[in-house]
């Protein structure tokens, strides 16, 4: 199983930016993914998730309305589009897949919002 996050960077605030996830050794269309994000000295935030079929897509509180995740199964890639960046969603931006057995996470990409 791999997961491999890009699309990090240094945007300035009121910015856009849009992470992709890119998922192996497992059959993605019958998988939840999800984005989470840490920042030092503080636990794993959930970001959003997205069922197998695209169709549902619970939010978490922090990047709410402002962020939107979608997936491409032929392409087993899972994406977060983040708006309205402020420093606040500086972090690292992990993808997990929620497989049967333990979950398996990316190595993360960084984003920094800074003018």
């Known amino acids: 199983v791999q997961l491999v996050e890009s699309g990090g960077g240094l945007v300035q605030p009121g910015g856009s930016l849009r992470l992709s996830c890119a998922a192996s050794?497992?059959?993605?269309?019958?998988?939840?993914m999800s984005w989470h994000r840490q920042t030092p000295g503080k636990e794993r935030e959930f970001v959003a998730s997205?069922?197998?079929?695209?169709?549902?897509?619970p939010y978490g509180n922090s990047m709410k309305g402002r962020a939107i995740i979608s997936r491409d199964n032929a392409k087993n890639t899972v994406y977060l589009q983040m708006n309205s960046l402020t420093s606040e969603d500086t972090a690292i931006y992990y993808c997990?897949?929620?497989?049967?057995?333990?979950?398996?996470w990316g190595q993360g990409t960084q984003v920094t919002v800074a003018s």
């Open positions: 050794g497992f059959t993605f269309n019958n998988v939840y």
């Open positions: 997205i069922s197998p079929d695209g169709g549902n897509t």
């Open positions: 997990m897949a929620m497989l049967r057995g333990p979950n398996a």
